[in-house]
């Protein structure tokens, strides 16, 4: 039996996964499940995976969680520590869908334990990418792409010579706001940013859609697993999300990797590595589909790609200045403080600012290095956006 853990099993990608698990429970022995408020679902899960322990973030929650778990002989805990401990109970596979760098830490003690960590949490990678893939080739674990482009460009190098990569084209729907005239962005309310035009996702990963901070954490995430060069990493619009991404070869050919927007698809590719198994998504039919377009991304409309190609140039700890500020953007956004347009002006600020004062500098990262930028970050970009808010 394979022993798996799900960190974040009841969000988006965590339920796609118990989907998957649930449908063959004689092959897998469910180790932790991990969530956050949503103690029901947890519980639910918990019980139905027959798994060993659940986990909440959320200290206030455990007593909830204890009771619905009473007498289910299921171990129960609560807190940060707690999901940290989870990960380094021993397993042959992790689910990381947490949201956020909060996905960080469990991470890296999955990989310690020598699990293969399943990556959905692509924030891990542009915070710490230099110490997550160094974490896994000291533990001799493998990390397995799980966000769809990634899965997409893994899959495409299959048997292939990496040296023989000349380009990689991550594909973007560009989100909720892709066909909007620029000058209404400002007054995109969070209810317009969290819908999707092809992807049924978080609410987070949703709204970085539409301000393309998705791809350009995923310019990030692409440089860092695999290693190409910035300058081989292009993003390409394209509509109907079926093409994932494309890997353009020193020959001239295009190998494109094609499939249904459902996430059951990488998720099982990265669960049955490197077997292929039978998956339950939808067979395409191309002739009805009829038509695929792309369309170049306007940098006018979509800063954060320019501010990704800055991060991959600096390096360093600019992933993790990038992604926090982004992560306290987003919140202030939600919350109404800022406008969809100050995003990208609040992360601009925070990195420009951090640059400056020559923080992004490092020789060899370490956890506690990004976890004080990480925090840092955070002030300087909550007071960009209580600063934008009162000039408004
Ligand atoms: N959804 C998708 O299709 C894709 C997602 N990804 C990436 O996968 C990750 C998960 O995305 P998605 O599933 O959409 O997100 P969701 O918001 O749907 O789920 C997030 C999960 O993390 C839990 N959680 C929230 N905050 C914390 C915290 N501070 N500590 C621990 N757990 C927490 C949530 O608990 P609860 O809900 O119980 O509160 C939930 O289980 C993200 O990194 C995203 O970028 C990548 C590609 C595609
Ligand atoms: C499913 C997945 O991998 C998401 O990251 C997806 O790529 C989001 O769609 P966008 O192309 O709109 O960012
Ligand atoms: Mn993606």
Request: charged share 25%.
């Amino acid at each position: 039996m394979k022993r798996v853990s799900i960190f974040g099993s009841t969000g988006s990608i965590g339920e796609n996964t118990v989907d998957l698990i649930a449908r063959a429970p004689e092959e897998y022995e469910v180790v932790a499940l991990t969530g956050g408020r949503n103690i029901a679902r947890l519980a639910e899960q918990a019980i139905s995976l027959n798994a060993k322990l659940a986990v909440t973030c959320f200290p206030d929650c455990k007593q909830e969680l204890a009771e619905l778990l009473s007498g289910t002989g299921i171990e129960v805990a609560a807190g940060p520590m707690a999901i940290s401990e989870a990960a380094e109970r021993p397993v042959d596979w992790v689910m990381s869908a947490i949201v956020g760098a909060a996905g960080l830490v469990p991470g890296l003690k999955a990989l310690e334990q020598g699990a293969a960590l399943a990556l959905a949490n692509k924030e891990s990678l542009v915070c710490a990418g230099e110490l997550l893939m160094r974490t896994a080739r000291a533990n001799k674990a493998d990390v397995l792409p799980v966000d769809s482009e990634h899965s997409a460009v893994w899959q495409a190098l299959v048997g292939e010579d990496i040296s023989a990569v000349e380009r990689v084209i991550l594909t973007a729907s560009g989100g909720a706001f892709r066909d909007w005239p620029l000058e209404d962005l400002p007054r995109a309310t969070p209810e317009q940013a969290s819908t999707h035009p092809n992807w049924d996702m978080g609410q987070r990963i949703t709204v970085d859609s539409a301000s393309m901070f998705n791809k350009s954490l995923e310019l990030i995430e692409t440089r860092e697993f695999f290693g190409f060069e910035p300058r081989q990493i292009e993003v390409l619009v394209h509509p109907q999300s079926l093409v994932h991404a494309l890997i353009g070869f020193n020959d001239g050919g295009l190998m494109a990797h094609v499939g249904p927007a459902d996430m059951r698809h990488a998720i099982g590719y990265a669960l049955h590595y490197p077997e292929r198994r039978p998956l339950p998504v939808e067979r395409l039919d191309l002739a009805r589909i009829g038509k695929l377009e792309f369309r170049e991304p306007s940098e006018a409309r979509w800063p954060a790609l320019r501010l990704a190609r800055e991060v991959m140039k600096v390096r360093g700890l600019a992933g993790a200045v990038f992604n926090a500020a982004k992560e306290q953007a987003l919140d202030s956004f939600l919350a109404r403080d800022i406008r969809f347009t100050d995003m990208a002006v609040v992360v601009e600020e925070v990195l420009a600012a951090m640059e400056g004062e020559n923080a992004l500098k490092c020789d060899r990262m370490c956890l506690e290095d990004v976890i004080e930028t990480d925090h840092v970050a955070r002030i300087r970009a909550a007071e960009a956006a209580a600063r934008i808010n009162m000039d408004a």
